[in-house]
């Protein structure tokens, strides 16, 4: 139960901030998500640090991953707000757009985990 209670509070933090990062950097002129760009990436290296401290020194609990990669990371990351934003490209006929940002997402998504956990080590 105590788990669960740390995702919750985790998960609720990490939506706040996409939030935040969202209505200050998503542009509603030309409809690029930034801010939705932006959080993808930076919760992919955050996990990758949270997992490689994890993994190098056992520093971290289970109660600690729970809170940090489960909870804030899931609730930063935003793959349905992606995969949204995604549809909109392609119903609206933006073919580029949606190429652009779906391989970047993904590219720079890994990248971050990867650095992330070279990081740490």
């Known amino acids: 139960m105590k788990q669960i209670l740390l995702v919750f509070i985790g998960g609720g933090f990490g939506s706040v901030l996409r939030f935040l990062v969202g209505k200050f950097l998503n542009n509603t002129e030309t409809g690029i998500p930034y801010g939705t760009f932006l959080a993808n990436i930076l919760g992919s290296l955050l996990i990758g640090i949270i997992l490689g401290m994890a993994a190098k020194n056992n520093s971290l609990s289970e109660n600690h991953l729970a809170l940090l990669a489960t909870g804030f990371c ?19 006929g933006d073919f580029m757009s949606f190429a652009m940002y779906t391989i970047a997402s993904f590219a ?12 740490v080590k």
């Open 74 to 92: 899931g609730g930063f990351t935003t793959f349905s707000a992606f995969a949204y934003e995604n549809h909109v490209f392609l119903k609206s």
């Open 108 to 119: 720079l998504g890994f990248l971050a985990v990867f650095l992330g956990i070279f990081l």
